[in-house]
DNA sequence: CATGACGTTATCGTATACGATTTCCTATGC
DNA sequence: GCATAGGAAATCGTATACGATAACGTCATG
C-alpha cells in the first residue's frame, strides 16, 4: 500500500526534509496508477509530514531547531502528565520489566549498541504509557514521538543520547513511582526528564553553530531525460 | 474546495457522529468528480473527523462520552503550560483586552446570549495563547479544541456551562498573571481551570446516565431511486 | 559569469470509464 | 411477522486520458 511505503520512507529517512515526492514517478515503481499516491500524500499531508503545494506536489516538511525544541517541549508535558495517570495502574511485574529493561539499557551503553539502546529507551517508556486509560493522550505522545524519530534519523542524528543520566533518571523514576509520591512529583520529574534532552540538544546545537537543518538537504529525484525513439 | 466544505458540514454538525459521507453524491452536489473528495476524505481520516472502511466509505467518528473527557484532559494539560510559557508575554494592552473581555462575558451571561459567551471565550484564551512562542503547541491546542467544538455541537450540546465560575476563574487568572505568581501556580490553575469544564461534564453525564454519543445518531443521506426512463 | 526570456517537457489535478464490493430491496419459506 | 437468500443497484477504488501548470534547459544579452 501506498501510504504504508511513504510514510516508512519518510520515517527512515530515505526522504530527507526538502525532498520532493513525484508522484508519477512513485505510481510507477509501485506498479499502481497515481490516484492512490494522491489520496497517500493527503494523509501524510494531514499528519504533518509533507507539505503539499498546488501544481507543485508534495515536500517532506523541513524542519528546524525551533520546531524540533517545541515538539520536545509539548511532548514533555503530554509524556509527564501521562506518566502521572498511568503509574498507579503498573504492577509488580511492570515494575520488575521497567528494572530489567533499564538494566539492559546499562548494558547496552557499556556495549555501545546505540540501535538497541534507543530501542530499550522506547520500551522503557512503553511500559509505563500502556497503563495509562486515556487514550487520546497516548496516541498524541505516539504521534509526537514519531515525528522526532524521523527528524532524529534524517537530521539530528548526531544529537548526543546523554545516556548516563538517562539510566539514572529512570531509576529514580521508578522509585518515585514505586513509593508513591503523588502525581505532580511523578509529573514534574518525567517531564524534566524529557526536557533535560531538549536542554542537551540547545546546548549542542549552539555548538555547532550552523542551522542543523540546512545540513544534509533533500534528495531531488533525478530527471529522467526523454529523447523522441529514445527506450522507456 | 471539498475539503473545506466537508469539514466544516463536520464541524458544525450536519454530519454528525456515524453519518456515512457518499462520495458520489457529494461530488455530484460539488459538481466536481469522486477524486478530489476521496482526497478530501484523506485528509479528514487523518485528522481524525471520519473513519475510512474500505469499499463502505467514509462514515463521521463517533465519540463517546471517555474520548471527550480523554480529549478535554488533554487540552487541559496543553493549555496550562502554554499559558505558563505565554504570559510574560502579555502587555499592558493584552491585559487591558483580557480585562474588557471578560467583563463582555459577564455582560453576555445576563443578557443570556450563550453565542456571544462562547465566543468571547474563546477570544479570551486566544489573546493569551497568542503570545505563547510554541508554534507547534498552539497548533496542536487549535486542533483539539476545534475536535471538542465539532463534539460540542453534534452530541454535547446540552453541557452546562458553568457561567458564573468561568468569569470568576478568568479574573483570578488575570490576576495570577499580572502579579507573576510563578510559572508553576499559573500553569496548574489555567489546567484547572479547564479540568472543572471536565468535572463538570462528568455530573452532567451521570445524571444524564443514558450513553449521549447513542442519542442523534448520524443522518443517513437519503437513496435516490433510480428507475429506467426516469428523469435524473 | 550572471540574469532573463522563451519554449519544451515533466508533472500535477481531475474527469471519465469500468471492474470490484457492499448495500438495499424483493421474494420466499417458516 | 420475521429470517434468509438472491439479484439489482448503488457505491467504492483506481486506471487511463487529457488540459493546466511548474520545472527545466537553452539561448541571448549585459
Redesign the pocket.
Given at each position: 500500500?501506498?501510504y504504508h511505503t511513504l510514510k516508512q520512507r519518510i520515517l527512515e529517512g530515505t526522504y530527507g526534509p526538502g525532498y520532493?515526492?513525484?508522484?508519477?514517478?512513485v505510481?510507477k515503481e509501485l506498479?499502481?496508477?497515481?490516484?492512490?499516491i494522491?489520496?497517500a500524500?493527503r494523509r501524510l499531508e494531514a499528519e504533518g509530514l509533507v507539505e503539499?503545494?498546488?501544481?507543485?506536489?508534495?515536500k517532506v516538511t523541513r524542519i528546524d531547531a525551533k520546531m524540533y525544541e517545541d515538539i520536545l517541549s509539548a511532548l514533555a508535558v503530554l509524556e509527564g502528565y501521562a506518566t502521572a495517570q498511568a503509574y498507579r495502574n503498573l504492577t509488580d511485574e511492570d515494575f520488575d520489566a521497567l528494572r530489567q529493561t533499564n538494566e539492559a539499557m546499562r548494558q547496552a551503553r557499556s556495549d555501545f549498541d546505540l540501535t538497541l539502546y534507543s530501542r530499550l529507551n522506547q520500551q522503557f517508556h512503553e511500559i509505563i504509557l500502556r497503563c495509562c486509560s486515556n487514550r487520546y493522550l497516548v496516541d498524541e505522545i505516539h504521534a509526537f514521538r514519531e515525528r522526532m524519530d524521523a527528524m532524529r534519523v534524517s537530521v539530528f542524528n548526531l544529537i548526543p543520547h546523554r545516556a548516563s543520566d538517562s539510566i539514572a533518571e529512570h531509576d529514580k523514576l521508578i522509585q518515585l513511582m514505586a513509593v508513591d509520591v503523588g502525581e505532580d512529583a511523578v509529573e514534574r520529574f518525567a517531564r524534566q526528564h524529557r526536557l533535560a534532552t531538549l536542554e542537551a540538544f540547545r546546548r549542542w546545537n549552539e555548538q555547532h553553530t550552523r542551522l542543523v537543518a540546512e545540513r544534509k538537504e533533500g534528495y531531488?529525484?533525478p530527471?529522467?531525460?526523454?529523447?523522441?525513439g529514445a527506450d522507456p
Open positions: 500500500m501506498a520532493r515526492i513525484v508522484i508519477d514517478r505510481a506498479g499502481v496508477s497515481a490516484i492512490p494522491r489520496e500524500i503539499v503545494e498546488r501544481f507543485s506536489g508534495a531531488r529525484a530527471r529522467e531525460i526523454h529523447r523522441p
